[in-house]
């Protein structure tokens, strides 16, 4: 997965003034191939392309955490979206908060964490982020908890992205 390369997350993303008390943040970078792709494609061509893994994997996740009240209401992108994402539309289990022509973020909130995914794009590449916000101890375990499957998982995705040429 040498082409998934951590970056720090730059202070002036959008992303950064969501950050509350406690807080997970990172951002990952991938050689973009397709430089005519708009954000909310570069988002779609990675995140609807899920290995059979990473389903099962969820499907697991989902059936434990369940009980306790974190969201399981379906995937990152387990309907064919529309063709142009925009603000306000539902993809999966997130909602499309902001889009510009640099970037997309989608969000998701239950009673235990906040999530935000963004995707931006530059000339060159495409940068994942994702920010979780927990609320309450229980979700401030979790994270803790699911951060080394968050850690191969996200790589596992977007080299798959890379490696198929979808971005």
Known sequence: MWQVKDIPVP???????????????DALTVPLQKSELRPDQIQIAIFSHMPDWVNNMMAIRNRLVRSLGFNTEGNLMEQTP??????????????????????????????????????SKTDTSA?????????????????????????????????????????
């Open 11 to 25: 202070e002036s993303h959008y992303l950064t003034e969501k950050r509350q008390k406690r807080y997970f943040h």
């Open 82 to 119: 529309p063709e142009r994402l925009q603000e306000g539309d539902q993809v999966g289990f997130l909602s499309i908060i902001h889009q510009s022509e640099q970037d997309i973020i989608s969000y998701s909130e239950d009673k235990h964490m906040q999530f935000y995914l963004g995707v």
């Open 127 to 167: 940068i994942v982020s994702t920010l979780v916000n927990p609320k309450t101890r229980t979700g401030w375990l979790y994270l803790q908890f699911i951060r080394p499957f968050h850690w191969l998982i996200a790589r596992a995705v977007l080299h798959n992205a890379v490696k198929k040429k979808r971005i």
